[in-house]
C-alpha cells in the first residue's frame, strides 16, 4: 500500500428482527429453497435463543468493531414462555446476548406506552406484579422511536438514534416504526401518539447527525416489503420499504428492515436493503467498509445466516434462563387440550382460505353461539392474529402452549349487529388500502366468491355471501363475532366501528382451548368456504 494511504475500517452489524418473543425455536423453522431442486421449498429447523446466541458470539468473535441491532418486534405476539411474564424473559435473553439498540417495532406497543418504557427501564408489572424467577430490570439495549411523538409534550418518547464509536469513527443506527402502526394495533395502546413519516423523519435528522461527525448512518425501520425471491437474493422487491428507500437522504447507507416476516439481501436505490425473516431463525451479518479520512460507508454487504438448530450448540446462559421460567410456565404450558389428526396450517391459499383459519373461525362462532353467550351466526378472524402453524405431535397430543402461540394476543370476542351490507362492505376493506391482501377466516356455514379481475372496491359477488345456503339479504342484521382488536377497526376494517349491540365474551384463546377440548380430534377441513375467480 502506497504510503499515506489509511487501511478502511470493517465494521460487522449484526441485526434480527420480528423476534416476537420466540425463545424456543418455532414449528418450521425456516423454509428456504432446496438446493437440489430450486423449484421446491424444504423447511430447516432454526431459530430459538440458545442457537442464536451462539451464532451472535461466533460471528462478533470475527471482528472487534462489531454491534448487534434489531428492527423492531422484538416481544409481542409472542409464545406463551415469554408472554405469561409479560415478555420479561425475552428482553432479558436478548439483552444477554449483547443486543445494543432496537428499533420500536409496532407490537411493542402491544400493551401500551406505558409497558414499553418498562421494558426499557425495568420493574414489575403494575397489575400482575413481579412473576419471574428474579427482579425483572429492564432492557441491556436502547429501543429507538424516532417517528413516535408523544402529543402532549412534541417529543419522541424515545431516543431518536444511538450511536457507537469504532476506532475513532462514529456511526449512527437510527430507529423508528412504520407510520401506519395506529391502524393495526389496539387503539389504547398508541393514544396520545403520533407517528410520522418514515422517510421525513430520517431526512430531518441527517443534518443534526453530520453536525456531530457522522457520516456512516444505518437505518434501523420496522416497515418492509414483499420480496419474490430465496432468503439471500433479491430478484424483485415491493411494498412500503421501496418508496421509503428511495426517498431518503443519500446520506444513509444501509437500511435493516422488518415487519412483512419476510427475508431478502437487496440493493435499492444503490443501498444494502436487509431482512431477516422471522423468529429468530435468522441473523443478518451486514459487514461495512468505511474510509477513516471521510468516515463515509464505501461498501456495504450482508449475508442472511440461518440460525440452524443442527449446527449451533446451546448457549449455557441462555440454557439457564430458559429453564427458569420454564419451570414456573411449565403447570400452564403443557396441560394436554385436546387431540389433533393431522397438522393444521396457516400457509396462503389461492382464496385466502386456510385450515387452521378455519378451526379458529368455528371456535370462535362456537364460543358465542348460545342466546347468553352473544347468539351470533357469523365468525370472522383476521389472519395476522393467526401467528403460526399447528403440527401434529406423533401421539396427537395438544398442549396448551402449543395453541397459546397460535392465538398469543388474548383478545376478547366481541358479537355484534351488521347488516349484510356492512358485511360486504367488510368483505371488499380485504383489499382497500392493505399493504397486501387480508383475507378474513370465515366460520362454517358462511360462504362467498371473488373475482381477481374486478375493482378493489367490488371484488365479491353479492349474490355469492351466503349463510347456510342462503344469500345474505342487503338490508337484514345478522349477529357477527369478531375479536377485540378488529371490533376497534384493526388491520383497516373500519366498518366493524359501525356494529351496534356490542357484547364481550371469552378471550380468544379461552374460546379456542374450549373448542378443542370440546370436539377433538380434530382434523383439517376441505377449506371451501371461500371462491376465487381470475
Known sequence: MAQGVSVPLDVSVLAINDFHGNLEPPNGGIRIRDPDDPSKLIAVSAGGSEAMATLVKQLKGTNRNSVFVAAGDLIG????????????????????????????????????????????????????????????????????????????????????????????VLVAFLGLTLKDTPNIVMPSGVAGLTFQDEADTVNALVPELRAKGIEAIVVLIHEGGFPTGDYNECPGISGPIVDIVKRLDKTVDVVISGHTHRAYNCRIDDRLVTSGDKFGTLVTSISLTIDRTTRDVVDAKADNVIVRTDTYAKDPEQTALLQDYRRLA?????????????????????????????????????????????????????????????????????????????????????????????????????????????????????????????????????????????????????????????????????????????????????????????????????????????
Open 77 to 168: 405476539a409472542s409464545p406463551l414462555l415469554s408472554a405469561l411474564f409479560h415478555d420479561e424473559p425475552t428482553v432479558e435473553s436478548l439483552s444477554l446476548m449483547g443486543l445494543e439498540a432496537s428499533a420500536v417495532g409496532n407490537h411493542e406497543f402491544d400493551e401500551g406506552r406505558d409497558e414499553l418504557l418498562r421494558m426499557q427501564n425495568g420493574g414489575c408489572h403494575p397489575k400482575d406484579a413481579c412473576r419471574g424467577p428474579h427482579p425483572f430490570k429492564g432492557a441491556g439495549y436502547q429501543y429507538l422511536a424516532a417517528s413516535t411523538i408523544d402529543t402532549a409534550t412534541g417529543k419522541t418518547i424515545l431516543p431518536a438514534y444511538y450511536v457507537k464509536e469504532f476506532e475513532g
Open 330 to 534: 411449565a403447570p400452564l404450558a403443557n396441560r394436554v387440550v385436546g387431540i389433533l389428526e393431522a397438522s393444521l396450517t396457516k400457509d396462503d391459499t389461492p382464496t385466502g382460505e386456510t385450515p387452521l383459519g378455519d378451526v379458529i373461525a368455528d371456535a370462535q362462532l362456537a364460543a358465542t353461539l348460545t342466546e347468553r353467550d352473544g347468539k351470533a351466526a357469523i365468525a370472522f378472524m383476521n389472519p395476522g392474529g393467526i401467528r403460526t402453524d399447528l403440527l401434529k405431535k406423533e401421539d396427537g397430543k395438544v398442549t396448551y402452549a402449543e395453541l397459546f402461540a397460535i392465538q398469543p394476543f388474548s383478545n376478547a370476542l366481541v358479537a355484534m349487529d351488521l347488516t349484510g351490507a356492512q358485511i360486504k362492505a367488510l368483505l371488499e376493506q380485504q383489499w382497500i388500502n392493505q399493504p397486501k391482501p387480508r383475507i378474513l377466516q370465515v366460520s362454517k356455514g358462511f360462504t362467498y366468491t371473488w373475482d381477481n379481475a374486478r375493482p378493489v372496491d367490488d371484488r365479491v359477488l353479492a349474490d355469492s355471501i351466503k349463510l347456510n345456503g342462503q344469500p345474505l339479504t342487503m338490508d337484514m342484521t345478522y349477529r357477527v363475532t369478531i375479536n377485540s382488536f378488529l371490533a376497534d377497526g384493526g388491520d383497516g376494517f373500519s366498518v366493524l366501528k359501525q356494529g351496534k349491540n356490542l357484547q364481550y365474551g371469552p378471550s380468544d384463546i379461552d374460546a379456542f382451548s374450549a373448542y378443542f377440548a370440546g370436539s377433538s380430534p380434530i382434523a383439517p377441513g376441505p377449506v371451501d368456504r371461500i371462491k376465487r375467480l381470475n
